[in-house]
Structure formats: structure tokens, C-alpha cells
């Protein structure tokens, strides 16, 4: 048996590591609000819908992992430049790839910000009342930006700690609409034209955003051939996340209630009566673990850009990348404190949904350029990124 | 703000590392001038005198001058301190047979040296030197050395004796089944108990001897075969570069080798049984006693070990497996329960059921500060307790401790300072605390308390979660010897999982746990036809 040094293989990706990681940056707090926002669009049909997107995304995500298969081991930020540059003017592939770092960069940027506000308002609004949202959102803030200064392998074991946390917790709160939830609030079914349904795609699209950050965590897996497995169950673990929240929301509450639910799923929680627990009203427990889920998706993203400023400077010894990490906070909470209310909020999200679209897109541009111009990394150059 | 504690912890070592250098420069300089490569001489009087002027006439120091028998011209002295010999051993084994009348027929010619050497000092361990420094380090040891006028080399002989404790049950890791021996200062009663468990030829025992003026004996133990050769070589560069005047506890080489200095959480492992030890290395792990001290250390360490006890082993595997799940929560309660109760009580009022919440309402109505101050004090004043108990003489101890928590707790409730959910709130706190096998990861987890206190006083459970997601983020960057702190949970692996929250039956542990990376990865052999995993593995043995 061929051993591996211990080094190189504790600074890899486990496949379950990647599962919770990228699942992780996918679900955030909008799982709690996604039942209203797609009822509001196609009403019970709502469970196609999130299925169709989920194939849609897994086509997409196909072709990422195809990508990435072409260059195991190396992060986004090595490959693009290979993609775009000639063997002869290494310089030249830089300066090509800045436009898609910066579209990547704000991108996240944006996705972060707008989490943390939804976030800081969602604890304003429903357990600290009386704590502004500045101090809340400011302490994720400076909670993450310690988590982002870490290696992406360690940040995946945080990641793999809070995943059955959150999972646990998401499976106890669905049982109670096994308990309270009546299956004819699901029905009519097939009433929605395809405009809705069409809007009602994009708006779960933006649930989906986040599994485009394997182009950064694809340079630590253990095993990029067998990536697409792993991104398959990842995929079909989302959706049936969202479709089961969905469907138990909507028996619970019924069409009608649940658009005025500001959280349906909160609200679940909420159903919780029992005198065999010590505890009464669970939502500001489910809160207080879905912080953790919050704090790894806002850490995630948070080291994507780190780690992108980092490697671009090859200043990736831990000095620098708490310096680069630092650098972020005064942009980010600027941007946090941007929209002036929540409904301002929700334009965002929609405008950073439509963005994912664009980064999504680019990927795949530098896929075809990739195919095209036949690029492929070599395997040496991978061993000496891999551990950093 | 990890990583600042980390930066601040290398200059703080390379200060003291300056420091100890000047400090060894000094001694060694002194030590040089008076000593140097002095040879032994040959004139007796002038060892007598050379020895004594340095040990400065010490009280302590016993020289017995006398006269051969075997040839009566020839002077002779032997030196060594009266209260760490085995006086017998001088009296009956070197003295008597040097004294008296020798059955072996005196030759002229024959050496005298060679003859004393050789046939009249009956003991175990001699040893022939021609420095001065050696016959010293001797005489500190305990071992006598012998002078022979003209000649100018000592014999040094192993007469090593001294009072000791003798063997007594460990007392802070007591077990209800189990061997009930400890270890113990002697070093070699310590090696003795572990080598008589672990009858292997792999063991390895290396001796250090660390401690400019202590001289102190510290070995590193290990099971060749087993042990990842790297963790073996770490360890032993970490103890050759600790220079200091003196190693009296284990606790000093822990902190000279631990990974992470600002770390709350130990990172080795401290066990004064030496069944544990044994099974410590039987796991691939290395274990360092120091000599004058029952303590051993046991590294690499990894978080979750800090929950087991030896125990846990010898009972049947549903006791343990239960036992562990108790001591999980309780760690959670230990860490997390007076910060949950002011969380609770100033900004999640509404999850507390509502009949509870009017009784602690109606408790708490007379208490004139805010939960986090009623909490510190009630903590701090625990922990005062906690420390008085342990220096009140013998059997009053926990006596007072117990009085002064019911007199005192109860009295404060009355007095209406603090709420009788508080009381109890401390109570469950400290008792669970000490649900924990080891101590060193009982009072980390003390210590990380109170911070929590003050997250939840501010952000209520946000607070605590992200304070524990803080903690987490610690945990998961610490390393011992190269070995990830959380193994086994992340980075998961099935097979080690055998190990941990739950102790499955030995008969199918039949690996060692894989993060200490051993050389030899089964426990126990195959069975038959049990499902051949690795193919290549099989080609190795059977070769």
C-alpha cells in the first residue's frame, strides 16, 4: 500500500468535507424565507419549480466540474490566467483574468453583504429588539473575518462540524408539519402559466447560488475525478432540502397564510408545543444554530476572497492573509449598511441573483475557451499547489 | 485574534530562550573555571580536597578514608552524600570487602586497581572515569566513588538508595475496576511498573537528562513498529532545545514542547497510571517521564482523548459508550450552562416555560443586579471555595466546601443577593466539571467559561453560539505533534470512529486509531473471512 505523508493528505478535501462545505454555502438563512417568496410566484407548483431548477443547476454544475477536472488541484485563481494567457506571455493570461476576478470579487462582496444584512435583520427583528442592527451585524463581521484568515482545509472541518448541526436541526423542525400539516393545503396543483413559472425558476435560482465556489475549493480536493459524485448528491441534497421546507411549509400553512409569513419555516418552529420539553418557543433556539449555518456561509465567501487576494500576490503564509482579511471589513460593513430598509434588501438579492447568472456564466466561457484552446494542467504543478 | 496570540507567543518564547542562554552562558562559565577538563589526580588527599572545596564542605558529604587490607600500604577513600546511598550496599558490598582480610592470596605484582575492580567491590554497576566532572555528577546522583591512592581514575559504583513514597493509588484518576497502582517519583519504579505490562523488545526507553543544575532524567518512551518514526524525532528535538536551570514537574517540559502556548486546551496528556501509558503507546503514541514526579505525559493528544478514562476500557462497552455521552454533556454544561441561564434570563425570556419563568421571576425579584453580575459572583465565589478546599488541612476540606456552598447559598438566596435558579445553575456547573477524567481539560474548560459569560450578556445565545463558533475555529487549527486536534471528526473517518463518543466492543477495534498515523495499523490479526479491503496490505504480511 502506497502511504501518503501525513501532511498532504491532512490538507486535502474529504468528499463529505466538500459535501458540507458547499452545501453549506448554498443553504443560508434564505431557507427560512423561500416558501413565501416562491408561493408568492406559482403557488403549490412551486415543488416542480425547485426540482426543474435543481436540474437546471446540475447541468451547469456539470460542466464547472468539467472544468475543474482539467486543472486538479489548482484553485480558480492559477487556472484562469492558464486558460486565458499563451505559454510565452505569462503576464499576459494575468492581466486577461482581472476582469473575472473582479466580476468574482464582486460578486461575493454583494452575496456577503446582503447575507449579513438579511441576517442582522432577521435577529433584530425577531429576538433582539432592542439591539441595533449595526452591533449585530458588525460582530459576524469580525466573528468571520477570523474564520477567513484560516486555510480553506481547515475551514472545511468547521464546516464539517456545523453541517450535521444544522442538518439535525432542519429535520426536527420538518417534523412538525409531518405532525400538524394537512397534504390538501397542497393542492390545486398545475395552475401556474409559464411567465410565473419562469419567474419562480430565477427566484429559486438565487437559492442555488453558492455552489459556484468549488472553483476555489476544487484546488484542495482529495480527488477531483471523483468531484462530479459528490456535486451530484450535493445537488440532489439541496433540492430535496428545499422541496421537503416547501412542501411542509405549504401544508402547515396553506397558500394564502404563508405569503404573509415573513419566515414560514421560523414560524414552524413556532408549532412546537410540548410538555415533554424543558424549553417553551424554539425560535430563538433555531435562530441561535442557524447562526452557525449564517456564520460558515459569510466565512466561506469571506475566504473566497481572501484566499483570491491572497494567491494573487502568492502572500498566502498567515501574516498576509490576516492583513488582506482586515482589509475587507470597512468594505463590507459599508456595503451591509447600504439598503436603507428591507425592501431595499430584497431588490438586492434580486440584483445579486442576476449577477450569479453572469459568474456562472463566465465560468462557462472560460470552460469553452479552455476546450478550445485544448488547456490542461499538469499534474506536477498541481502537487506543489496543494499544499501551500 | 488567534492568530495574534501565535505571533505573540514566538516572541515570547524567543525572549525567554535569550534569557535562559544568558543564564546557561553564567552557569556553564562558572562551572567551566572551577571544573573545567580537570583529570583525577593521582594523589588521594588532593581528590579528597578538590572535591570537597567544590561541594563546599557540604555537611552532607561523607568521605571515609581507610587502608586496604588486601595490601595494607595502599591509602584509599570513597565519597558519596549520606542521604542518597543505599548505606548498606557501602557498608556490606564496598567497605567490608575492601577492609577485611581477602581469602585470595596476595600476589606482588598483581594491580591493586584491577583487583578492587574486578573481585572486591561487589556491586552491580561500576563504571571506571578519569574526569573530576563525572566522579561529581556521581556523587550528586547518589552513586559512591571510590579513590585509590595513585591511581588517577575513580570508580564510580551504583549505590543509588533513597526514601520514597512507595507505590499508592492514583488519587485524581481513580477507577472502580482497574489496576489501582500509580506511579511514582522514583523514575525507574515508574519504568519498572510500565515495562512489567508491556513485555515487548520494541519498547524504547531514551534518556534525557534536562536541567542545567537539577540534572533531572527525563525519558522518552515508545513502542518501535508502532509510532510514527516523525512524531518520535519532533519530540525529541523539542526536548533537546529546552535549556533551563531546572525540570521539577512534567508541567515544565509540557510547556516547553506544546504547539500552541496560548492555547487554553492541553495539548498533551498527563497520566499517572501506568496501565493508561501502556495504552497510550500500544495507540502510537510517545509517553515522557521525568524523574520526581508520578506524572507522565503522554503526546500527541487529540481533544477527544481528554474525555476517555482508562476505564472506559475495562468496563463492558454499553457502561462506557453511556459513560462517555455523560461526560460529553456534561462538558456542555460545564462550559456553556451559566451562559445559557443569562442568556436566557435577559434575552430569551419567552423560551423558558411560562410557569417556570414566573417562579424564577418571583426568585429573581429581589436580586438587585443584572444575571451576568449575580453569575460572576456566584462563579468567582465557587471557585473560591473550590481553591480554599483544596488547601484546608485533610478531612476538613470538603467539609468546609460543602458547609460554605449550602451555609453561603443558601443564606444569599434568603438574603435575596441571588436567585435560587442561580444557586442551582452553579451547582450543576461545578458538579459537572468534575465529571471530566482528566483535570488539565477540566480547567480549561472553567476558564473558557467566563468569556462565555460575558458573550451571553451582551448578545444573548447569538453571543454564545458565535462564541462558540470562535472556539471551534481554535480547536480545528490546533495540532499536536502534527496530529489535527479535533481527529477524529474532522477531518470524519469511519473506521477510527469506533473510538470515540461510542466504544464499540474490543472485538472489533481491531485497528489503532489511523490520525497518530501508526507504522503498524492492526490491533488485532485477521479473521477469517473477514472482507479484504486493502490488497496490497496482504502482500506485505504474507511476505
Known amino acids: ?388 | 485574534m488567534v492568530m495574534s496570540m501565535k505571533n505573540r507567543s514566538i516572541r515570547f518564547n524567543r525572549s525567554k530562550q535569550k534569557q535562559n542562554k544568558r543564564l546557561e552562558e553564567q552557569y556553564e562559565q562558572k562551572l567551566e573555571e572551577k571544573v573545567g577538563k580537570q583529570e583525577i589526580y593521582p594523589d588521594l588527599e588532593e581528590n579528597i580536597n578538590f572535591i570537597q572545596t567544590l561541594l563546599g564542605n557540604s555537611g552532607d558529604l561523607v568521605t571515609r578514608q581507610f587502608m586496604i587490607q588486601y595490601d595494607p600500604d595502599v591509602q584509599a577513600a570513597i565519597i558519596y552524600l549520606d542521604e542518597l546511598v543505599a548505606k548498606e550496599i557501602n557498608h556490606n558490598y564496598v567497605l567490608r570487602p575492601l577492609m577485611k582480610f581477602s581469602e585470595i592470596p596476595h600476589k606482588k605484582g598483581r594491580d591493586i586497581w584491577d583487583m578492587a575492580y574486578q573481585s572486591l567491590v561487589q556491586a552491580g554497576e561500576t563504571k571506571v572515569e578519569e574526569e573530576m566532572k563525572k566522579a561529581i555528577d556521581a556523587i550528586l546522583c547518589g552513586d559512591t566513588v571510590l579513590f585509590i591512592d595513585g591511581y588517577a581514575k575513580t570508580m564510580i559504583i551504583g549505590t543509588r538508595g533513597w526514601q520514597t513514597r512507595g507505590i499508592s493509588e492514583p488519587r485524581a484518576e481513580s477507577v472502580v475496576r482497574g489496576p489501582r497502582e500509580g506511579m511514582s517519583e522514583t523514575l525507574l519504579f515508574s519504568l519498572g511498573m510500565i515495562r512489567r505490562r508491556l513485555k515487548d523488545p520494541d519498547l524504547r526507553v531514551k534518556m534525557h537528562t534536562i536541567g542545567k543544575r537539577t540534572k533531572t532524567i527525563v525519558s522518552l518512551l515508545y513502542v518501535d513498529g508502532i509510532v510514527e518514526p516523525k512524531i518520535v524525532e519532533e519530540v525529541e528535538n523539542r526536548l533537546k532545545r529546552i535549556q533551563i536551570d531546572g525540570i521539577l514537574e512534567t508541567g515544565y517540559i509540557e510547556e516547553f514542547i506544546q504547539d500552541q502556548t496560548w492555547s487554553p486546551f492541553p495539548q498533551l496528556q498527563n497520566t499517572e497510571r501506568p496501565d493508561a501509558v501502556v495504552a497510550h503507546l500500544l495507540e502510537g503514541k510517545v509517553a515522557i517521564l521525568v524523574d520526581g514526579t508520578p506524572h507522565a505525559l503522554i503526546a500527541p493528544a487529540v481533544f477527544t482523548q481528554f474525555y476517555y478514562s482508562p476505564e472506559d476500557y475495562y468496563e463492558r462497552f454499553h457502561i462506557a459508550t453511556f459513560l462517555r455521552f455523560v461526560r460529553i454533556i456534561s462538558f456542555f454544561v460545564a462550559l456553556a450552562l451559566p451562559a445559557l441561564y443569562i442568556a436566557f434570563v435577559s434575552f430569551h425570556p419567552e423560551m423558558i416555560p411560562s410557569k417556570l419563568q414566573l417562579a424564577m421571576a418571583a426568585g429573581r425579584a429581589t436580586v438587585p443586579f443584572p444575571s451576568i453580575i449575580e453569575a460572576l459572583m456566584m462563579e468567582m465565589s465557587v471557585e473560591v471555595l473550590r481553591e480554599a478546599s483544596i488547601r484546608l488541612p485533610g478531612p476538613v476540606g470538603p467539609t468546609i466546601g460543602i458547609v460554605g456552598a449550602l451555609v453561603i447559598g443558601d443564606a444569599a438566596v434568603r438574603a435575596g443577593l441571588v436567585s435560587p435558579a442561580m444557586v442551582i445553575v452553579v451547582g450543576l456547573t461545578t458538579i459537572s466539571s468534575y465529571a471530566n477524567p482528566n483535570y488539565n481539560a477540566a480547567i480549561s474548560v472553567r476558564l473558557i467559561r467566563f468569556p462565555l459569560m460575558i458573550l451571553a450578556a451582551i448578545f444573548g445565545l447569538y453571543g454564545i453560539m458565535l462564541g462558540l463558533m470562535l472556539l471551534l475555529i481554535h480547536l480545528v487549527q490546533l495540532r499536536s505533534f502534527g496530529v489535527p486536534y479535533m481527529a477524529p471528526y474532522a477531518p470524519l473517518n469511519r473506521s477510527d470512529f469506533k473510538d470515540t463518543l461510542i466504544r464499540v466492543p474490543w472485538k472489533w477495534m481491531n485497528k489503532r486509531p489511523s490520525f497518530f498515523h501508526p507504522e503498524d495499523e492492526r490491533r488485532q490479526a485477521k479473521k477469517d473471512g473477514e472482507s479484504e479491503s486493502k490488497p496490497n496490505e496482504e502482500g506485505q504480511s504474507s511476505s
Open chain 1, 1 to 388: 500500500m502506497e502511504k501518503k505523508p501525513a501532511t498532504n493528505q491532512s490538507n486535502t478535501l474529504t468528499p463529505y468535507q466538500i459535501l458540507c462545505t458547499l452545501y453549506l454555502t448554498i443553504v443560508g438563512i434564505g431557507l427560512f424565507s423561500l416558501p413565501r417568496t416562491l408561493s408568492k410566484e406559482v403557488g403549490s407548483d412551486g415543488i416542480w419549480v425547485i426540482m426543474f431548477s435543481g436540474l437546471i443547476v446540475w447541468i451547469l454544475l456539470f460542466f464547472i466540474t468539467r472544468l475543474l477536472q482539467l486543472f486538479p488541484g489548482q484553485t480558480f485563481v492559477r487556472f484562469v490566467p492558464e486558460i486565458l494567457g499563451s505559454s510565452r506571455d505569462k503576464k499576459m493570461g494575468k492581466i486577461m483574468s482581472i476582469p473575472f476576478f473582479l466580476l468574482f470579487g464582486i460578486y461575493y462582496l454583494f452575496t456577503m453583504a446582503s447575507v449579513i444584512r438579511l441576517f442582522g435583520e432577521t435577529l433584530a427583528g425577531a429576538v433582539f429588539l432592542h439591539t441595533p442592527v449595526e452591533a449585530i451585524v458588525i460582530v459576524l463581521i469580525l466573528a468571520t473575518l477570523v474564520a477567513a484568515t484560516m486555510k480553506p482545509y481547515l475551514l472545511a472541518k468547521v464546516n464539517e462540524f456545523v453541517f450535521p448541526i444544522t442538518f439535525i436541526t432542519f429535520i426536527l423542525i420538518i417534523l412538525v408539519a409531518i405532525k400538524y400539516g394537512e397534504v390538501t393545503n397542497l393542492l390545486p396543483l398545475f395552475q401556474s402559466n409559464p411567465e410565473q413559472i419562469w419567474k419562480g425558476m430565477l427566484t429559486t435560482g438565487f437559492s442555488f447560488t453558492g455552489y459556484e465556489i468549488c472553483i476555489l475549493f476544487a484546488g484542495y480536493y482529495q480527488n477531483t475525478k471523483k468531484a462530479m459524485r459528490v456535486h451530484t448528491l450535493l445537488i440532489l441534497l439541496v433540492t430535496i432540502v428545499y422541496v421537503v421546507a416547501f412542501v411542509a411549509s405549504l401544508s402547515l400553512f396553506g397558500q394564502y397564510e404563508i405569503t404573509k409569513l415573513q419566515w414560514p419555516l421560523l414560524e414552524m418552529v413556532k408549532e412546537y408545543k410540548s410538555p415533554l420539553f424543558v424549553l417553551e418557543r424554539f425560535e430563538s433556539g433555531v435562530i441561535a444554530i442557524w447562526v452557525t449555518n449564517v456564520f460558515v456561509n459569510v466565512a466561506n465567501m469571506y475566504l473566497f476572497l481572501v484566499q483570491m487576494i491572497s494567491q494573487l500576490y502568492h502572500s498566502e503564509s498567515h501574516p498576509g492573509r490576516k492583513w488582506i482579511a482586515w482589509l475587507f471589513v470597512p468594505i463590507v460593513y459599508a456595503l451591509v449598511m447600504l439598503p436603507k430598509h428591507v425592501q431595499e434588501l430584497n431588490d438586492w438579492m434580486y440584483y445579486v441573483g442576476i449577477m450569479n447568472l453572469v459568474v456562472v456564466g463566465a465560468i462557462l466561457f472560460l470552460y469553452v475557451v479552455a476546450l478550445f484552446r485544448r488547456r490542461k494542467g499538469d499534474s506536477r504543478h498541481a502537487s506543489s499547489l496543494s499544499s501551500p
